[in-house]
């Protein structure tokens, strides 16, 4: 059979192309990062309510990402949300015990992610531990509420 | 080799849908022999060679080539039995996307191992026994339906098969190329010792090659015999298709109402 | 009445026997043993319906990242949510659009090709003389192409979402002024690669292989005269319109619509 190299560098340019169109929508459109599964460690959270915060939500501190939200799951006994961290390797050991995880939004109707904020501490969280001192998500509703009672009772 | 015919055909039904295209039909194709066989159109001798090359299930009835029972086959055997047929299509049936040469080599490159040196020398040879060398680099589209023929047949004797079946070879040529195909059906049948199996209405050509005669109306065989010896006249069917008359048993007319009747029935009209 | 439902039982019936005989069809081109040509050919295919369609489904991919980066500024703005125009044009390509629109842009230009090309071999008693050399077409012909269309529609639903980005992008952030920073941070933090980008693929691999199973079986199983090419090559375009529109609903709500 006749072979034409034209068609075969066709196809060879068309299937290179979907590779790398792939790996765009990977990391450019989808940000996935190289991390290694070693690279990180693990911190709980526990908040009253954490508004529409999603798995895979940005961690940042000082507004740097230093890591993800992992899960979400309802704790059975104490009937607030858990929520699993997971945050570079270089902060293990280095963050105050008495560190505050807040839930705040970016902009006005932007996504939630969660922001912490480092304490005065000696101990400090190692991998596994819980973040005590945690700040719930703003919900409107509520804050409207507390708007109108303090208008009334002023 | 032995002297027992190569194809047999035995009591062959077939009907398609209500129709009925053959009741029971026998015929003996011998060994090293040119047998036409021969009838108006529309008696189904395309479904006839069809059945034969086990494209198409008989209702009742066997087809043996070579002592084995076509349509008992398993796919896999059918094939393997095929490379021993060639087969001519009305069209040729040239595949379109290969030049001439990639369609004469097609067969040797599917069913052989071949070094490419000889597939060529092979090819070669095929398309100068049918004076098409010089056409290789062709393709299909390109070619007169007389030379689309002759490559079609060069690509049906690739692998040296046993039998050949011709589907209307003669049908739409001009002179010219119906007596190159005769030369080269007779030449071929000779030469490489084949079984021929012509299918054809074209009386002049297929008489003046043939070694035996079928003549096939109505789903049966209406006579047989060498050419000389076919009893054209016991049978009114066969002696109007011989002659080339425009009516008779075979009618002018399609199936209709009396014409006087029909004229001045204009019921319809109001 | 007894006429009706009759007539409406025995079209049933046909078309439970059309579908009996399509699917085993598929199963005896998708599975016959590739041979050492076999590669050769798929290569060819590939490059008849995956290359050659390229240009279609990029400029069209385009055109449409721009339209929903223009339109949905228009509505996004009035919020004071325009930064989101990233999030807005990439989930929506990689769950909907790329999809379907590649497969519909596909079945007319690449599966309708194929509907003639086969229909037209058998029409000129290729196909028979291929099986008469003792080849079996559904592996030489049908097979190859099944497998190029089924490789290249997700191939090229993928361009479809990276150019329809970048249409987005271009318009977006080059001409109406939206932050460069917040159109792809939007998206990296919103778009999901398995839950999006992989949800897309898998819709995209669906559509590619029942575009072509439609494509070369209405081809293949065409009445050869020249009405009959021509039906079937409408049938396959409608055919599959209607089955990549139908199949997207019900993928989508297993996917995206939270019944697991």
């Known amino acids: 059979m006749k072979r034409s190299k034209t068609m075969e560098l066709g196809v060879g340019l068309f299937m290179l192309a979907g590779v790398l169109g792939m790996l765009f929508l990977g990391l450019r459109v989808s940000g996935l990062t190289f991390n290694m599964p070693g690279d990180t460690f693990r911190l709980e959270a526990n908040f009253a309510n954490i508004g529409s915060l999603k798995p895979r939500a940005r961690v940042t501190m000082s507004g740097v990402t230093v890591g993800r939200v992992t899960a979400i799951e309802l704790d059975p006994e104490w009937y607030d949300a858990r929520v699993i961290l997971e945050l570079d390797a270089e902060l293990e050991g280095r963050l105050a015990r008495d560190t505050t995880a807040a839930i705040l939004t970016a902009g006005l109707l932007g996504e939630q992610y969660i922001g912490l904020t480092v304490g005065g501490d000696p101990d400090m969280l190692a991998d596994g531990d819980t973040i005590r001192d945690t700040q719930s998500a703003l919900v409107l509703e509520e804050l409207i509420q507390q708007f109108v009672s303090n208008m009334v009772s002023d | ?270 | 009445m007894i006429q009706r439902v009759l007539s409406l039982g025995r079209r049933g019936c046909d078309v439970l026997e059309a579908l009996g005989r399509s699917t085993l069809f598929l199963a005896q081109s998708a599975f016959g043993v590739p041979s050492r040509e076999g590669w050769y050919l798929w290569l060819r295919q590939m490059h008849f319906v995956g290359v050659l369609s390229l240009a279609i489904v990029m400029v069209s991919g385009l055109f449409i990242g721009m339209v929903l980066a223009l339109q949905g500024y228009t509505i996004l703005v009035d919020f004071g949510a325009e930064q989101a125009l990233g999030q807005m044009v990439a989930l929506s390509l990689l769950r909907e659009l790329s999809p379907v629109v590649a497969a519909l842009l596909f079945a007319g230009r690449a599966g309708s090709a194929l509907t003639a090309e086969i229909g037209l071999m058998k029409a000129t008693e290729q196909l028979t003389s291929m099986e008469m050399i003792g080849v079996d077409p559904l592996r030489r012909i049908v097979a190859p192409r099944l497998w190029a269309g089924f490789v290249a529609l997700p191939l090229l639903t993928i361009g479809f979402s990276v150019v329809g980005i970048y249409g987005g992008y271009l318009v977006g952030v080059e001409w109406l002024g939206v932050f460069e920073g917040s159109y792809w941070g939007n998206m990296q933090s919103s778009v999901a690669f398995i839950g999006d980008v992989g949800n897309g693929m898998i819709k995209s691999m669906v559509f590619a292989l029942v575009v072509t199973w439609i494509a070369v079986f209405q081809g293949y199983d065409l009445i050869p005269t020249s009405e009959g090419i021509s039906r079937a090559t409408t049938r396959t375009v409608v055919y599959s319109s209607l089955a990549v529109l139908g199949l997207d609903f019900v993928l989508t709500a297993v996917m995206f619509g939270g019944f697991s």
Do not use: W
Not at chain 2, 37 to 65: A, E, F, H, N, W
Not at chain 2, 109 to 131: C, F, I, N, S, Y
């Open chain 2, 1 to 270: 080799m032995s002297d027992s015919p190569l194809v047999e055909v035995k009591g062959l039904h077939f009907s398609r849908g209500e129709k009925s295209i053959f009741a029971g039909v026998e015929l003996q194709i011998p060994r090293g022999k040119i047998t036409a066989i021969m009838g108006p159109s529309g008696t189904g001798k395309t479904t006839l060679l069809k059945l034969i090359g086990g494209q198409l299930t008989p209702d009742v009835g066997r087809v043996l080539i070579d002592g084995y029972d076509v349509h008992a086959l398993s796919r896999k055997a059918l094939f393997t039995l095929r490379r021993r047929m060639g087969m001519l299509f009305q069209s040729g049936a040239l595949f379109s996307d290969l030049s001439v040469f990639e369609n004469v080599a097609f067969p040797l490159r599917v069913h052989t191992e071949l070094p490419e040196a000889m597939v060529r020398d092979l090819t070669l040879m095929k398309l100068q026994a049918v004076g098409l060398r010089g056409a290789r680099e062709l393709m299909p589209a390109e070619l007169s339906g007389g030379m689309a023929r002759r490559v079609a047949l060069a690509r049906a004797i690739a692998l040296d098969p046993d039998l050949i079946l011709y589907d209307e070879p003669f049908v739409g040529q001009d002179p010219i190329s119906k007596g190159v195909l005769v030369q080269l059906i007779k030449k071929l049948n000779q030469a490489l010792g084949l079984t021929s199996i012509v299918v054809s209405h074209d009386i002049q050509e297929t008489l003046s090659i043939a070694d035996y005669v079928y003549v096939i109306a109505d789903g049966q065989v209406m006579a047989h015999g060498t050419p000389d010896g076919l009893d054209v006249d016991d049978d009114p069917r066969v002696s109007q298709f011989v002659h080339g008359e425009p009516d008779g048993p075979v009618p002018f007319h399609y199936p209709a109402p009396e014409y006087f009747d029909d004229i001045l029935n204009q019921e319809g009209l109001q």
